[in-house]
């Protein structure tokens, strides 16, 4: 059992000597730079609750990378976490590093300024643990950036010692074979339950001389631990998977880890609070983890099974703890589907007796179009009048069955009838097109339904009178992904996609509907790594050499650079993104274990292919496989 | 009840990168933490009711800070120092409380002290006092109706020197506040331009005054 105590926010004076002497070496240069670069605020830490440790009172360092700029990774929950977990431990200083962004990259270079951790300011290539959490294929080109800018081997094979091990968590882990060259190990499945001990293990292993090989075969014995050096790729004369051979007694499979008991979990009972406006800037509050939906297409709805509540006592007291810790005016009550949380008006209640006096609003991130009500809106105050946002995510019922989004037409007019009704005028609908099975009458039905929600304002008894309704449909293009029913589905391609967003646009008549589109090209490259293997890692590297970061960022997104690398080094993109695979074919991540049965993914498939839907766990079990984790809903049914 | 108090802070190290929109944001959230008696202002939004005397530069440290809120309830100043610095993250720090005896718009002038870290710093020394001899010293100045150019000579020219080994030091007076003010790195910037090389200069500011240098309290 780790000791553990409180999270100590230095206030010793000598202690702060120290620190301050450490970071005002660095300071000398970054005074230079800061005043030049916009938003200084990014690259300077001291924010209220970051916490300070004396570096010669711990064992271990522990850089957080988020591969982003530091607005973006501020608005994760799981860096919130990860940081306070790590750093209840006495032993552990985990400090945060964030991607800078193009110009103070620039500054640092021409200074001679290596990547630095926020609380220290000490360089990242002193660090025992260089962690990166993978939330998104498009930054991975800023984790070898960060890495490169760390002065830190980009190799894992050139990174010897036992220090500067980099690894990673987070859910595109579960395929990160486009990855391997470059990381140690992968962790799966809930942070909460592996990191600490792979923490611990490093520091045994140091303290007994052993050596990086040591360590990383001690380390994938710990479950949850996927250590890719120990695995041989045999490729197939196609350029498939032809089966993958674990070395070494390393486990054929790796299974994610699942923390069962959520009311037990770690929770976080204060936020870093940042000077600078990120993009959620409020208190969160993690209600459940899980969903019970199964839409077909959301890799999330299947990585995160099973189904896992926290009681109302607990969501209740961990918000007013962060409330009380931070200043925060705004709670989120944060989840894949917050509303389907069975105890969800009994929270609101609960919350309502402190936060009113307290000039605290609850809000949730996402409402459903199947419950949503005068009920639910009455009581979350922070629903704006605004704008509301749905997401039917396809035009049609034919192809909302398909994808096993079940939402029926109906209960989207009984919703926004209900929003009209209550004054609102705006509504945002989100759609996805390139689904399997979609034709052109699917993608008209998007602007169809649409224009539909614009007739039922006027339906609306209890509109606002004289004010103009405004409806936007936004359009992202699919990706299929891994631990999907959709995982084998050959993605459109961008001739096609694009000619699908014409038909969008055009189809669309009344300048009361607004349609947006996103990308086709970025939703292609996102498709080719989500899905890719080993052969990918050449890739990313020379997309390093060349410079290529930040390609989630409209404005540093260079797709021909892309094109170039794979014709330069004879890697066929689409035979990732848009080939369709059969099922009998290897794929990169089978020897990856979500609990998810393979069996039960073909079968998802065929039923999606027949237009056929699927109940979602509170209804009737499906038998995903998740409940070998014996936890959440799996397990309560059987009661 | 209502009274308005001035709180008085420093903003030093990492906070000197704080713009003063966050600092505003980073205040109000101080306040909510403290749970303090303030007046809150009565629109659709309500929000602590906070004025900030003369905004500091980005980059700048300022030691003697100053905003006003109004109290609802009297509570003893250490007190409300003691709260508030336990909501604010430690390169803020609230360090007095006292009632306003001028209004936040009488801030007119302020004190600055620009620190050169120099291994010569006398030969700096002469440089920069050879810039501030030049006829005149015209710099593009941005103002709410547009650029223009100005002579900031004038405000510059009484500027003191001091040495210190490894170290200048200037001191100067410049005007500061809602009616306009002269920003001390347009010297810099000038003098830069016309000795042709970099210099790293600390700015701090450490004094506010009214328009007759009444220290502004």
Redesign the interface.
């Known amino acids: 059992m780790l000791k553990l105590c409180a999270v100590s926010v230095i206030i010793g004076e000598n202690r702060k000597t120290t620190i301050r002497k450490a970071v005002s070496m660095l300071n000398r240069k970054l005074d230079k730079i800061l005043p030049k670069v916009q938003k200084p605020g990014r690259y300077v830490g001291g924010e209220l609750n970051s916490v300070i440790k004396n570096k010669e009172d711990v064992d271990v360092r522990f850089a957080f990378c988020f591969p982003d700029t530091y607005e973006i990774g501020m608005s994760h929950l799981g860096i919130k976490i990860l940081y306070s977990l790590f750093n209840r431990v006495d032993y552990i200083w985990c400090e945060r590093v964030f991607a800078p962004w193009v110009d103070m990259e620039q500054a640092m270079l021409e200074n001679d300024i290596p990547l630095y951790a926020l609380e220290s300011g000490d360089p990242v290539r002193d660090f025992d643990f260089i962690g990166f959490t993978l939330q998104y294929e498009l930054s991975f080109t800023n984790i070898l950036n960060m890495l490169r800018l760390s002065g830190v081997p980009l190799l894992s094979r050139d990174r010897t010692e036992l220090k500067n091990i980099v690894i990673a968590g987070g859910p595109c882990v579960c395929n990160p074979e486009p990855l391997t060259d470059f990381f140690d190990l992968f962790l799966l499945g809930d942070g909460e339950e592996v990191d600490l001990e792979v923490i611990e293990l490093y520091r045994k292993c140091r303290a007994e001389n052993k050596t990086k090989r040591d360590f990383l075969l001690e380390a994938a014995k710990i479950e949850g631990v996927y250590v890719p050096s120990l695995y041989d790729v045999e490729y197939n004369a196609d350029g498939t998977v032809n089966r993958y051979i674990p070395k070494e007694g390393a486990p054929a499979t790796i299974r994610k880890r699942v923390c069962t008991d959520v009311d037990n979990m770690y929770f976080p009972e204060s936020f870093i609070v940042p000077f600078l406006d990120i993009v959620h800037d409020r208190a969160v509050v993690e209600v459940l983890r899980g969903c019970i939906r199964g839409c077909r297409f959301c890799q999330a709805g299947f990585l995160y099974r099973p189904f896992r509540e926290k009681s109302v006592e607990t969501v209740n007291r961990q918000a007013k703890s962060l409330c009380e810790t931070t200043g925060y005016d705004e709670i989120s009550l944060s989840s894949l589907s917050t509303s389907d949380y069975s105890h969800l008006f009994e929270l609101l209640d609960t919350l309502h007796t402190w936060t009113e006096d307290e000039r605290v609003s609850a809000s949730l991130p996402s409402l459903r179009v199947d419950n949503f009500s005068t009920e639910l809106t009455d009581k979350i105050a922070s629903v704006r009048k605004s704008g509301l946002t749905f997401a039917p995510e396809a035009g049609t019922q034919r192809m909302r069955d398909v994808i096993n989004k079940n939402v029926t037409e109906d209960e989207l007019k009984r919703t926004v009838t209900i929003a009209f009704n209550n004054s609102w005028t705006k509504v945002k609908l989100y759609f996805m097109i390139g689904l399997p099975t979609e034709t052109e009458e699917d993608v008209a039905g998007i602007t169809a339904l649409g224009q539909k929600v614009i007739d039922w304002y006027y339906e609306a008894e209890n509109r606002s009178k004289g004010k103009r309704v405004s409806v936007t449909v936004s359009a992202a293009a699919f990706v299929p992904k891994p631990f999907t029913p959709f995982q084998w589905f050959g993605q459109d391609t961008m001739e096609t996609l694009e000619k699908k967003q014409k038909l969008l646009k055009s189809s669309a008549t009344s300048r009361k509907l607004t349609v947006n589109y996103h990308g086709a090209q970025t939703s292609f490259l996102e498709a080719v790594f989500a899905r890719g293997d080993r052969k990918l890692n050449a890739v990313l590297l020379e997309a390093n050499r060349r410079g290529l970061r930040f390609d989630g960022w409209a404005d540093c997104f260079d797709f021909d650079a892309w094109m170039q690398i794979f014709a330069d080094l004879g890697i066929d993109p689409a035979f990732y993104a848009n080939r369709q695979r059969s099922f009998d074919e290897v794929l990169p991540w089978d020897h990856l274990d979500y609990g998810i049965k393979k069996s039960f993914l073909i079968e998802e498939c065929k039923r999606a292919y027949a237009a056929q839907t699927t109940p979602n766990c509170r209804e009737q079990c499906s038998n995903c496989g998740v409940a070998c984790f014996k936890g959440g809903l799996c397990v309560e049914k059987r009661c | 009840m209502r009274k308005d108090v001035r709180v008085w802070f420093s903003k030093t190290?990492?906070?000197?990168?704080?713009?003063h929109?966050?600092?505003n944001?980073?205040m109000?959230?101080?306040?909510?933490?403290a749970k303090l008696p303030l007046w809150?202002t009565e629109g659709f939004n309500?929000h602590v009711f906070l004025t900030f005397a003369a905004p500091l530069s980005?980059?700048f440290e300022g030691h003697h800070e100053s905003m006003d809120i109004r109290l609802v309830e009297d509570i003893p100043y250490p007190e409300l120092i003691e709260k508030l610095n336990a909501?604010?993250?430690?390169?803020i720090r609230v360090w007095a409380v006292t009632e306003p005896e001028m209004k936040g718009n009488d801030v007119a002038n302020a004190e600055y002290v620009l620190r050169l870290?120099t291994e010569d710093p006398a030969g700096a020394c002469e440089a920069l006092k050879g810039v501030l001899a030049l006829p005149e010293i015209m710099v593009m100045k941005h103002g709410k109706k547009g650029d223009k150019s100005v002579d900031i000579k004038p405000y510059f020219a009484p500027m003191q020197f001091g040495t210190e080994p490894g170290l200048l030091k200037m001191t100067v007076r410049l005007p500061a506040g809602n009616q306009g003010g002269i920003n001390p790195t347009l010297f810099i910037d000038a003098a830069e331009k016309h000795l042709g090389q970099?210099l790293?200069v600390?700015v701090e500011r450490t004094r506010l005054f009214d328009k007759g240098f009444r220290e502004f309290r």
Not at chain 2, 28 to 33: T, V
Not at chain 2, 87 to 91: T, W
């Open positions: 190290g990492t906070a000197r990168y704080i713009s929109l966050d600092l944001r980073c109000s959230r101080a306040f909510r933490k809150y309500p980005l980059g909501g604010l993250p430690h390169d870290e970099e790293l600390r």
